[in-house]
């Protein structure tokens, strides 16, 4: 009787150590499926070039931002970063032809 109970319990602990791992890994898939679709939400954005959009956050939620197209209301909507500060301080980034 008491190898019966030795062995349900190495089963339960067994068990709750695989529920435990299932329910990280159900996360992980739902944390990297929200990644790819936003990731693919880049198309949304046919009009801006790739090398433009950046990622930032607004109200904690990732957006993509167009560097040459965004507005300055836009930019004080969003989440405060080193980027967004140096965009509000008004540093143009933007290419110009005298540039060069």
Same mark, same amino acid.
């Given at each position: 009787?008491?190898?019966?109970?030795?062995?349900?319990?190495? &089963?339960?602990?067994?068990?709750?150590?695989?529920? +435990?791992?299932? /329910?990280?890994? $159900?996360?992980?898939?739902?944390? %990297?499926? #929200?990644?790819?679709?936003?990731?693919?939400?880049?198309?949304?954005?046919?009009?801006?070039?790739?090398?433009?959009?950046?990622?930032? &956050?607004?109200?904690?939620?990732?957006?993509?931002? +167009?560097?040459? /197209?965004?507005? $300055?209301?836009?930019?004080?909507? %969003?989440? #405060?970063?080193?980027?967004?500060?140096?965009?509000?301080?008004?540093?143009?980034?933007?290419?110009?032809?005298?540039?060069?």
């Amino acid at each position: 009787m008491l190898g019966y109970n030795i062995h349900q319990l190495m &089963t339960t602990r067994d068990n709750d150590k695989l529920r +435990d791992e299932n /329910t990280e890994l $159900k996360q992980q898939i739902e944390s %990297l499926e #929200k990644e790819i679709y936003f990731l693919k939400s880049i198309s949304e954005h046919y009009s801006s070039l790739v090398s433009n959009m950046h990622v930032k &956050t607004k109200n904690g939620e990732k957006v993509w931002i +167009d560097r040459q /197209t965004v507005t $300055k209301k836009e930019l004080l909507e %969003l989440d #405060k970063d080193e980027d967004v500060v140096v965009w509000l301080k008004g540093i143009d980034v933007k290419f110009k032809d005298n540039d060069w």
